[in-house]
């Protein structure tokens, strides 16, 4: 007896006839509204959107997606979200996802080959309609080409080589040239490099930037100094303790993103160098951090929110959920020249 004044008493499923009815709209209106789906008056739109918030309505996902041939789930896989340039990439993939109704299945790897190979492989065999890859190794494992050969991938900030996908990026190569020139019109003749990982095309493209404005200030690239880093704060102060060890020191470190830079400003204040009177910095990336250091970090800006949300638009294109690609799929850099960098000779 208690069970059936149970069943009773307890409310109905609001459905989407009543929210149509108290909206006073059509049903075709309502799942439009839920759907995202043909033009609704803004006015319209906010009406029903109220209405579904104050009956407590909440649609059925997994048979919308069945009778719309919806995608429900999308996998991302990524290095880690310490980085905040990571993290940023990550936020931009959720907000298009979200807004699009589709399901976020992260999978973090550490920049483990291993990692990446085996969540390429769990993917595989996982009922998602696509993957946004983003490599912290560099390595296109065999799982991962079979990935893409059996789905749509895109690839955002790393490109994998023999593995055709869709690529979002950023103008890495352009906008470590002009940091580069920047130092160098500032007076610094003796340069050490701390470069990202050299499997990656971010750290390959940045390499080949500051080469570049090397060579046209008249300069040999390859007398340069270079400490191979992995995008860790550990390895800037690593490279660090090894760069400035020696005499002479180089007058300025360009550090291929700001986490190292921020491992480099640690070794300085640990050895009792001053930046930018003892040496100049720069970094990449220009995460939230790099303003707020002592001294601002020089280094270049990037859309990692916007490239995010780009991949994830641009894979949702592919599947059929949304009818235009993103409008840009290439993100220019720009230089923030702020006080770590002085002219040499300072201290």
């Not at 004044?5 to 075709?28: E, F």
């Not at 699009?100 to 390429?120: H, Q």
């Not at 996982?126 to 895109?154: E, M, T």
Request: glycine letters at 10%; a positive charge.
């Amino acid at each position: 007896m208690s069970g059936r004044a149970s069943a009773q008493s307890r409310p109905a499923r609001v459905t989407i006839r009543d929210v149509a009815r108290v909206a006073g709209v059509s049903i075709g209106t309502v799942s439009a509204v839920i759907n995202r789906a043909g033009l609704v008056a803004p006015e319209t739109l906010r009406h029903v959107q109220r209405c579904i918030a104050e009956l407590g309505f909440e649609p059925n996902d997994a048979a919308r997606s069945l009778k719309h041939g919806r995608v429900s789930s999308i996998g991302f896989i990524a290095p880690d979200l310490g980085n905040p340039f990571f993290a940023a990439i990550a936020e931009g993939v959720h907000q298009a996802l979200f807004e699009a109704d589709v399901l976020l299945v992260l999978c973090l790897t550490w920049a483990d080959a291993e990692r990446e190979a085996y969540y390429a492989k769990v993917l595989r065999g996982q009922r998602l309609s696509g993957v946004i890859y983003l490599s912290g190794s560099g390595f296109p494992s065999p799982a991962l080409q079979q990935l893409a050969q059996r789905g749509p991938v895109v690839f955002v900030d790393e490109r994998l080589p023999g593995i055709e996908a869709p690529f979002v990026q950023a103008a890495n190569r352009t906008g470590a040239r002009a940091l580069a020139r920047h130092v160098l019109e500032m007076g610094h003749r003796d340069l050490a490099i701390v470069g990202g990982p050299p499997r990656l095309s971010t750290g390959e493209q940045r390499l080949a930037g500051y080469r570049e404005a090397i060579a046209g200030a008249g300069l040999d690239p390859d007398a340069v100094r270079m400490v191979a880093g992995d995008y860790t704060e550990a390895s800037g102060h690593a490279a660090a303790r090894a760069l400035l060890a020696g005499r002479p020191r180089p007058t300025a470190i360009l550090c291929a993103n700001d986490l190292m830079a921020m491992g480099v400003i640690r070794h300085c204040r640990e050895a009792g160098l001053r930046i930018p009177e003892d040496v100049s910095l720069t970094g990449f990336d220009d995460i939230p951090s790099a303003e707020g250091l002592d001294p601002p970090l020089t280094t270049v800006a990037q859309p990692a929110r916007a490239m995010g949300r780009a991949a994830a638009q641009l894979l949702l294109h592919r599947i059929g959920v949304l009818a235009e690609p993103p409008g840009e799929t290439e993100f220019p850099t720009v230089p923030r020249l702020r006080r770590s960098v002085a002219p040499p000779g300072r201290g």
